[in-house]
T-cell receptor, first 115, second 112 residues
Framework: DSGVTQTPKHLITATGQRVTLRCSPRSGDLSVYWYQQSLDQGLQFLIQ???????AKGNILERFSAQQFPDLHSELNLSSLELGDSALYFCASSVSSVISGNTIYFGEGSWLTVV | AQSVTQLDSHVSVSEGTPVLLRCNYS??????LFWYVQHPNKGLQLLLKYTSAATLVKGINGFEAEFKKSETSFHLTKPSAHMSDAAEYFC??????????FGTGTRLQVFP
């Protein structure tokens, strides 16, 4: 158990809908990362927050947004869902905002199926 | 830009035989390199990481990897495979904006 908690574990929704994925980082970790794993794109970095502030942005679509709350949990909001958004969404956390010398722990992911 | 190439999409070994999963990286500076493992329907677990200390890095479950700058490689090895090692393995490099760049993965099958 990495200590990173993601909910829900599985989610099935229809095209055009909006969903929210939730992540609780490991105790003491200030950084939260979101990754998307799909069959065609592999594992791709979406966005990083550090202590409530956006720190880095990757291949995140405009239909997607995220935030990190004062208690450090994070939410990834996916709207106007398309079939191609079906994927496994990982949250990860670390103590620091930088990777070098740091360890990043991943949750078990949230499976999103868009039908 | 940083990148990693996992040279094999699938590797099959017999239980008790050595494992070699190959990874080459591209980086314009001294990189941080990682190996993660993903078991079916599970999250990503860190096996080991290299961050410019010792070039031979020992990880969990008997895995180790050697950083070879001259060959830009970071291959993952294990002397003796176990059935429980069957999983997907990802070689990962951190880029200069501190994002993790994942390879495409190598699926390891272990036969009895």
């Amino acid at each position: 158990d990495s200590g990173v908690t993601q909910t829900p574990k599985h989610l099935i929704t229809a095209t055009g809908q909006r969903v929210t994925l939730r992540c609780s980082p490991r105790s003491g970790d200030l950084s939260v990362y979101w990754y998307q794993q799909s069959l065609d794109q592999g594992l791709q970095f979406l966005i990083q927050y550090y202590n409530g502030e956006e720190r880095a942005k990757g291949n995140i679509l405009e239909r997607f947004s995220a935030q990190q709350f004062p208690d450090l949990h994070s939410e990834l909001n996916l709207s106007s869902l398309e079939l191609g958004d079906s994927a496994l969404y990982f949250c990860a956390s670390s103590v620091s905002s930088v990777i070098s010398g740091n360890t990043i722990y991943f949750g078990e992911g949230s499976w999103l199926t868009v039908v | 830009a940083q990148s990693v190439t996992q040279l094999d999409s699938h590797v099959s070994v017999s239980e008790g035989t050595p494992v070699l999963l190959r990874c080459n990286y591209s980086s314009s500076y001294s990189p941080s390199l990682f190996w993660y493992v993903q078991h079916p329907n599970k999250g990503l677990q860190l096996l080991l990481k290299y961050t410019s200390a010792a070039t031979l890095v020992k990880g969990i479950n008997g895995f180790e990897a050697e950083f070879k700058k001259s060959e830009t490689s970071f291959h993952l090895t294990k002397p003796s495979a176990h059935m429980s090692d069957a999983a997907e393995y990802f070689c990962v490099v951190s880029d200069n904006t501190d994002k993790l760049i994942f390879g495409t993965g190598t699926r390891l099958q272990v036969f009895p």
